[in-house]
């Protein structure tokens, strides 16, 4: 008993300190991606199943304001910088909220609304809405369903998450697998990335053994 509890608190520990999950993702919520459709920033309607094929990453994003330690054209240049490593096998969609933290009615976010509706990155950004609700205890579903998080829920089988990381949901091409990094910056995920484009491209590309 206290070897196997041994073992299993070290196959834990490590996971965590790795801080990434891997999920299969089930045909209902397949089903559900392929009929998502969101509005961005602007208000253009965005059909999730236009992104079949790519490698697709989705960041949340806490509303910054005045003073933020981290400006936000710094942190929205930053990634579109991740975009143009791989303009043709990444896409990105990034989900403002507002952090239960803050309190927004004594701040001025001006900068922030600005870049982040100035629609001129290559990256989808979303509407604030489309995300989901946060309240004190997290991230959890729209009372109405629809939204992003409603669906990456169902993936990883939680009701909320957690708001007080950084967090990325990386989807497979074919819409079969998800990777959910936290904790983690925007330069370790490029690095995941670098793993994933590499792998999805090598898994793409034909065998010599098919050739002949």
Same mark, same amino acid.
């Given at each position: ?15 965590? &300190? ?8 089930? +045909? ?14 602007? $208000?253009? &309607? ?30 929205? +240049? ?17 989900? !403002? ?20 509706? !100035? $629609? ?36 990883? $089988? ?15 091409? +074919? ?7 936290? $904790? ?29």
């Amino acid at each position: 008993m206290r070897v196997h509890c041994l073992i299993e608190c070290t196959k834990w520990n490590e996971q965590d &300190t790795v801080k990434f999950r891997r999920y299969t993702i089930q +045909d209902e919520a397949k089903d559900a991606l392929y009929d998502l459709q969101l509005e961005n920033a602007t $208000g253009h &309607t965005i059909r999730f199943e236009q992104f079949e094929g790519y490698v697709t990453v989705i960041i949340p994003i806490a509303k910054s304001c005045h003073g933020s330690k981290v400006p936000p054209k710094v942190m929205f +240049d930053s990634i579109q910088d991740i975009k143009k490593v791989w303009p043709y096998a990444v896409e990105i969609l990034v989900f !403002s909220y507002p952090h239960p933290s803050m309190t927004y009615s004594d701040t001025d976010c001006t900068e922030f609304e600005t870049e982040y509706r !100035s $629609g001129r990155r290559g990256i989808h950004m979303m509407k604030e809405s489309q995300l989901g609700v946060v309240n004190d205890d997290g991230l959890s579903s729209h009372p109405r369903g629809g939204s992003m998080f409603e669906i990456l829920g169902d993936i990883m $089988g939680v009701s909320e998450l957690n708001v007080y990381t950084t967090q990325y949901y990386v989807i497979s091409p +074919d819409f079969d697998s998800m990777e959910y990094h936290y $904790g983690k910056s925007l330069l370790d995920l490029k690095d995941v990335l670098h793993i994933i484009v590499k792998e999805e491209l090598e898994s793409s590309r034909p065998s010599r053994t098919n050739e002949l």
